[in-house]
């Protein structure tokens, strides 16, 4: 816990680039590293932003522990839904420090759809990392606003979800898929992937500091 690397605050102006990290409740070790390595070129860009995306946890601890660490490094978003075992997410309005967020209202109303009724899910960026425009987010946001956003258990199928029905009322949106955007271990050159760990992650961090943009160990 070191002041130095505490998020900055929003700004005001809009950025180029957010970038949303979803991390569990209990993976401090893993937000440090990133905290200590690629976050600090956000930090100090006026052109993106970083922020921790995370779910409350069963245990009680734990989510003291977060909420803590939210308030001291100011880059998370505490998301008022449980995460853990429980694949069928629910709000959280049980918790006590939970209605720190207006949305908790909002999230009562929801459609939370536990099982996709059709037989295969719609395309969808899966894997550890995926970009989407501002129109797309804007939407996304306005549909949560009017209550019409449909959710799932995972992340990134939702996601495919909300880009299908953007697609089919708003805006023709085309995929475009990278190698760069890895699934898992390492690949020179590459954007992102999925299990690091947080050696690894200050270890490649320092690889391009140095010059190289390489792998650090081979998986
Ligand atoms: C968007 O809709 C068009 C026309 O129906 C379709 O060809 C295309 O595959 C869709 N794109 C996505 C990302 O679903």
Redesign the pocket.
């Known amino acids: 816990m070191s002041a130095q690397w505490k998020g900055s605050p929003l700004p005001t102006e809009p950025v180029k680039l957010f970038i949303g990290i979803l991390s569990a409740a209990n993976h401090f070790a893993k937000r440090t590293a990133v905290r200590k390595s690629w976050m600090i070129a956000t930090r100090k860009s006026s052109n993106s932003v970083a922020r921790f995306f995370v779910a409350l946890n069963g245990k009680k601890e734990v989510n003291e522990e977060l909420k803590k660490e939210a308030e001291f490094f100011g880059d998370i978003v505490l998301v008022p839904f449980m995460e853990a075992e429980n694949p069928c997410v629910g709000p959280c309005k049980f918790l006590h420090w939970c209605d720190l967020t207006s949305i908790i209202q909002h999230i009562n109303a929801l459609r939370v759809i536990y099982e996709w009724e059709e037989e295969v899910y719609?395309?969808y960026a899966n894997g550890p990392g995926y970009v989407i425009s501002s129109e797309i987010a804007e939407y996304i946001v306005s549909e949560f606003d009017n209550q019409a956003l449909r959710l799932f258990k995972m992340e990134d199928v939702s996601m495919g979800i909300w880009?299908?029905k953007f697609?089919?009322t708003r805006q023709?949106?085309?995929?475009s898929h990278d190698v760069k955007f890895f699934q898992a271990g390492c690949f020179d050159g590459y954007y992102t992937a999925h299990y690091q760990s947080p050696q690894h992650i200050i270890c490649l961090w320092r690889k391009p500091q140095s010059g190289s943009a390489q792998c650090c160990n081979a998986r």
Do not use: A, C, M, W
């Open positions: 719609p395309p880009v299908q697609n089919k023709l949106v085309e995929y």
